[in-house]
């Protein structure tokens, strides 16, 4: 991988298994550390590359999510992983990379969003912000500078500075490029629940208890009805379950790898 790639590495160098883990929209893989410690899952081996575009990578030229999903099958593949992990913006990645049929093993999804109307409600105005050209830049500077401090209060008094410092980490402009097409993603479908199921792959719905992105009834009875589909509510978390419960979210991890079949 070039320049432009951002890796972390740990586990067993001979494991049985390989999981890549994708970060969220403008986080870096410093949001995957907590769960790649925990002992649940010592015996795999795992790669979390950040995402072309956040933190301190240079985003690439088609910043669409099938083209991101195309880039993170490839390193999946390059690096032999049979499951991969995705969180938020990540995950919606890893579910197209299974959509598009270019992955076939076990997915774990931790806040997955599901439709437009899923969304947060100050990212959606922020994307509505970013398309006026002189509001756009200055609204998305400020929100990279601001989020940081806000996000503190969110996280583990021990991770806090870290975590705030990767996500300030990024470019604003490359941001403002990579959620105006995820929101154009969101809108080409009315849910996403139903590309999940036909995708055919075991995957497993993770979500805090006190998640900000949203669920409808609908998504929520169709994910029920999707024979390989597991959803797991995660206690006391909210959006950023793999830091505020890493545990909880690595024995998931553990189970989707041990379920692979190569």
């Known amino acids: 991988m070039g320049e432009r790639w951002q890796i972390r590495r740990a586990g067993a160098a001979d494991a049985p298994h390989r999981v890549l883990m994708i970060p969220g929209g403008m986080c870096t893989t410093e949001f995957y550390a907590d769960v790649m410690a925990e002992p649940a899952v010592a015996g795999l081996g795992m790669i979390a590359v950040t995402q072309p575009g956040f933190g301190p990578t240079e985003a690439p030229a088609d910043v669409s999510m099938e083209h991101y999903a195309r880039l993170m099958a490839d390193v999946a593949a390059d690096a032999g992983c049979d499951t991969v992990v995705g969180h938020s913006l990540g995950a919606n990645v890893a579910l197209e990379m299974a959509a598009l049929g270019l992955f076939h093993?076990?997915?774990?999804?931790?806040?997955?969003?599901?439709?437009?109307?899923?969304?947060?409600?100050?990212?959606?105005?922020?994307?509505?912000?970013?398309?006026?050209?002189?509001?756009?830049?200055?609204?998305?500077?400020?929100?990279?500078?601001?989020?940081?401090?806000?996000?503190?209060?969110?996280?583990?008094?021990?991770?806090?500075?870290?975590?705030?410092?990767?996500?300030?980490?990024?470019?604003?402009?490359?941001?403002?490029?990579?959620?105006?097409?995820?929101?154009?993603?969101?809108?080409?479908?009315?849910?996403?629940?139903?590309?999940?199921?036909?995708?055919?792959?075991?995957?497993?719905?993770?979500?805090?208890?006190?998640?900000?992105?949203?669920?409808?009834?609908?998504?929520?009875?169709?994910?029920?009805?999707?024979?390989?589909?597991?959803?797991?509510?995660?206690?006391?978390?909210?959006?950023?379950?793999?830091?505020?419960?890493?545990?909880?979210?690595?024995?998931?991890?553990?189970?989707?790898?041990a379920a692979t079949v190569r």
């Not at 500078?145 to 990024?170: I, N, Y």
């Not at 609908?218 to 959006?239: I, N, Q, S, W």
């Open 105 to 257: 093993g076990p997915l774990v999804l931790l806040s997955p969003t599901f439709s437009h109307g899923d969304e947060e409600t100050f990212l959606t105005v922020l994307n509505a912000l970013g398309r006026v050209p002189v509001l756009g830049g200055a609204a998305w500077t400020a929100m990279i500078r601001l989020l940081p401090k806000a996000l503190k209060r969110e996280l583990p008094p021990h991770r806090a500075e870290a975590l705030a410092a990767a996500m300030g980490s990024s470019d604003p402009v490359a941001c403002r490029r990579i959620v105006r097409a995820y929101y154009a993603y969101l809108d080409r479908y009315p849910s996403l629940v139903p590309r999940l199921c036909e995708a055919g792959v075991p995957a497993w719905v993770v979500r805090g208890d006190r998640d900000g992105i949203g669920l409808t009834d609908g998504e929520r009875r169709g994910l029920d009805a999707c024979p390989r589909v597991r959803t797991v509510a995660v206690a006391d978390a909210g959006h950023l379950a793999l830091v505020e419960q890493p545990a909880a979210v690595a024995a998931v991890v553990a189970e989707a790898a």
